[in-house]
């Protein structure tokens, strides 16, 4: 009776063929994964995402007993069952979420972490993953979506790239820690680093305009309020504005990084 205000959430984990699942497809109610309702749910607090192979129940249920500890008062979503919840989640009334970040079928890709945990990567959910570089780069998609501590990391990347040769060479002649790494090393790390500084802001407008559709707030929003109103010259503008200041970006990133290198 009330198909329009109904919202039916499901996991991967059911077949597709399961009665319920088939019922509601049928009969036209709204379906989101389990993994995108919980990312609108962390988009409106401070997300600690927990990934990895192996750890992520265990190291969630330590981080949910320090900051319960701290009198945080986390929302929490384990995997598992902890003695101290008496069940596997709560609802907090402070401005955290700890999120237990599974990696099948690319579900932590939807929570958008403050601070994203990897414990550890291994080849597992090969039923989904074509083999270990295919889980590497979704460990490493759901790591740089982090918008806490992602600064370090992009600079941890650049640095670890870098030829040491030119400031070993300058240490050498003479010069400190401080004058080889300022003249040898940043030349090479800056332009590097811009670029990904800027990719990074591409990558949080396009997501911007995701995330209206799935009720998280963002460009989205607008794209998906002119299509209903069905004003279509503005919805034509937005989209046109979008593109522009992504190809703006790519163009811009380009011209740092051959100026700089």
Request: glycine share 8%; charged share 20%; proline share 3%.
């Amino acid at each position: 009776k009330h198909v329009e205000q109904t919202l039916v959430i499901y996991t991967p984990a059911i077949p597709k063929d399961m009665e319920e699942l088939v019922y509601a497809q049928e009969k036209g109610y709204r379906l989101i994964k389990r993994s995108r309702a919980l990312g609108e749910i962390a988009s409106m607090q401070k997300c600690l995402g927990v990934a990895g192979t192996h750890g992520k129940t265990t190291t969630t249920s330590m981080v949910t007993h320090i900051l319960m500890e701290a009198q945080l008062d986390p929302t929490v979503m384990i995997g598992g069952y902890l003695p101290l919840l008496h069940a596997g989640h709560r609802v907090g009334h402070g401005d955290t979420i700890i999120m237990e970040s599974c990696e099948y079928c690319d579900s932590f890709l939807n929570f958008f972490p403050t601070l994203a945990v990897v414990l550890n990567v291994e080849a597992d959910h090969l039923d989904y993953f074509k083999d270990l570089a295919d889980i590497q780069k979704s460990f490493h998609q759901f790591a740089s979506m982090a918008t806490f501590g992602v600064v370090a990391k992009m600079l941890y990347e650049s640095i670890e790239t870098i030829d040491m040769g030119p400031f070993e060479a300058m240490e050498a002649l003479g010069a400190n820690k401080f004058e080889a790494f300022w003249s040898a090393c940043v030349p090479q790390i800056l332009p590097v680093y811009l670029s990904h500084c800027l990719y990074c802001f591409e990558m949080n407008i396009r997501a911007s305009a995701i995330l209206g559709y799935v009720g998280a707030g963002g460009l989205g929003i607008t794209i998906n309020e002119r299509i209903g109103w069905r004003d279509y010259e503005s919805l034509g503008t937005v989209l046109l504005t979008l593109f522009v200041v992504v190809t703006a970006i790519e163009f811009f990133s380009a011209y740092l990084r051959k100026k700089l290198s």
